[in-house]
């Protein structure tokens, strides 16, 4: 089976620019390439980082961007995004029974579960006990079939000191209902604007770059977050019985330019 991850797209004003790039224009770019690659995915997951600011325009702007996806699609929120306006916008994100918008996507490779990783006004993430009791019951629904989850924010450290303040800090109720599950094969992550891959806790993990900006490779800058004109990305998910591949795919946001320098410059929060 194959799926595609978008992250972070990070939609301003229709018109505006964001860290010198136009965030609709990325979008566009990506769905583009998209389409154009990978119509034979099974569905897409938006994961989270919506909207920059949260404005009821950028989701607008996000759906009439997202409908040109040949795909079907879900969509999660990020730290960026508001939910209650993100759920007036985008009707089809569920709600869990404690108003959470976390949903499961049952497929016959397994159970895909969208994580709500959002503290209210803050930029790092939080897992409460009523996200972590949905979580549970989801895993002991599941059984024995494989479960791959999706946040938004990392549940450790990634090793970049920016960006390991601002991951889900207390992850006592998220270790709590994944404790005695042996079936979660994977965690696919956006937040980090970057590639990375390892492994928690022999849960294999991947994270991807946004469709805007990234972030710079630093390891020691605390804050602010540096950021930089790295090129865009998605990801494509081969997810087989034995066997987990993630490619970030690179592409261009003009067919004609090449890829922005990889210019590095500090943006405050």
């Known amino acids: 089976m194959k799926i595609i991850q978008i992250t972070d797209t990070h939609l301003v004003k229709p018109g505006d620019l964001l860290n010198r790039l136009n965030p609709i224009d990325s979008l566009d770019a990506c769905i583009e390439a998209v389409n154009s690659n990978q119509g034979d995915a099974a569905f897409c997951v938006f994961s989270g980082d919506i909207s920059n600011n949260g404005a009821a325009d950028t989701y607008r702007a996000f759906r009439k961007s997202a409908d040109k996806l040949n795909l079907k699609y879900y969509v999660m929120m990020g730290n960026h995004d508001d939910r209650d306006i993100f759920c007036e916008n985008l009707p089809e994100a569920r709600r869990d029974s404690y108003g959470f918008v976390q949903r499961v996507i049952q497929t016959d490779l397994g159970h895909f579960l969208l994580l709500d990783t959002i503290a209210v006004g803050q930029s790092w993430g939080e897992y409460c006990e009523l996200r972590g009791q949905w979580l549970k019951q989801q895993l002991r629904d599941a059984g024995t079939q494989p479960v791959y989850i999706f946040m938004?924010?990392?549940?450790?450290?990634?090793?970049?000191?920016?960006?390991?303040?601002?991951?889900?800090?207390?992850?006592?109720?998220?270790?709590?209902?994944?404790?005695?599950?042996?079936?979660?094969?994977?965690?696919?992550?956006?937040?980090?604007?970057?590639?990375?891959?390892?492994?928690?806790?022999?849960?294999?993990?991947?994270?991807?770059?946004?469709t805007n900006h990234q972030i710079a490779f630093n390891l020691d800058v605390f804050s602010p977050v540096p950021h930089a004109l790295d090129p865009p990305a998605y990801g494509m998910i081969l997810i087989e019985k034995d066997q987990i591949i993630v490619h970030p795919h690179f592409y261009s946001l003009n067919k004609d330019l090449p890829m922005p320098d990889n210019a590095v410059w500090v943006e405050r929060t």
């Open 152 to 210: 938004h924010h990392p549940p450790f450290d990634i090793g970049m000191a920016s960006m390991d303040r601002l991951k889900v800090l207390d992850i006592t109720h998220f270790e709590a209902a994944i404790e005695g599950f042996s079936n979660i094969r994977h965690i696919f992550l956006g937040h980090v604007h970057r590639t990375i891959s390892g492994s928690w806790r022999n849960i294999s993990y991947s994270v991807l770059p946004g």
